[in-house]
């Protein structure tokens, strides 16, 4: 009874963490996009690098992705910056680099630009969905988020009612060996009804149709992005990739779904001019 009291506490404020920013304290939303990416960020490199390996590299790459994403956000919010010193917090990572005498780190070096690409950039890219003509308006990311929630309810709740049994066809057993095809097929009937809602009571702001797609997308994407982090965790054998909530794990259990998808929906919604 504890550990769901806890798990209820901690999910609500995670929820709150997002849904506050995205609608009434705009001012937030700079604020937590930092915290849970920079706490992402250092989930990964823990997991892969190890907590006492490249640290100089490790605290640069952080620093680089959180500037990276202040100069994106003044932009996109009306501020006059130049977006080409994002090439110079990166360049900076590799200059760390270059300067270590150890020759024997490669590898684990390659996971630092890695976490950058798959966490750092789709965190820096939110201030484009979010500002999409120099004024906040943060209902579509929000609406993405509950798209994800929508999503991830429809893929437990099926999957575990018709996907744990023993003729029940799985998804990846080598990776998540949990996880069914009953699973996704719940995710995507989740997620599209919950974007097709989210449309109609115009806190969505797309035509129908349109809502449908992501809908989709982002209900396949997320499944993904759930997989992928789960193959990150099997193979450097660790069940959560943090513990800082409590019955819910780390920054990047909750958001692996969202980072996965955010992309490719910023992409579809650039595309029909949507934004």
Sequence with gaps: MKELLTRTLFGVLYVATIAVPLTVAPWLFPVFTLVYMEGMLQEFYGISIGRGTLVPERVT?????????????????????????????????????????????????????????????????????????????????????????????????????????????????????????????????????????????????????HALVLGFLVSVLSVMGDLVESLWKRHFGVKDSGSILPGHGGFLDRLDSAIFAFPAVLAYLAAFNLL
Aim: charged fraction near 10%; aromatic fraction near 12%; proline fraction near 5%.
């Design 61 to 209: 790459a952080g620093l680089a992705a959180a500037a990276s994403f202040v100069l994106v956000w003044l932009r996109c919010s009306g501020h006059d910056v130049p977006l080409a010193l994002i090439l110079l917090a990166v360049t900076a990572v590799l200059t760390v680099f270059l300067l270590r005498r150890e020759r024997t780190l490669n590898a684990q070096f390659a996971y630092v630009f890695y976490g950058l690409a798959y966490i750092a950039l789709p965190c820096v890219l939110t201030p484009l969905a979010v500002y999409p003509d120099g004024r906040f308006f943060g209902l579509n990311l929000l609406s993405l988020f509950c798209i994800v929630w929508c999503s991830d309810v429809g893929a437990y709740a099926v999957g575990t009612l018709l996907g744990q049994k023993p003729d029940s066809k799985k998804l990846a057993p080598s990776i998540s060996p949990k996880k069914s095809w009953w699973g996704v097929a719940g995710a995507v009937i989740f997620g599209m009804a919950g974007a097709f809602l989210l449309c109609r009571t115009a806190l969505f702001l797309v035509p129908a149709v």
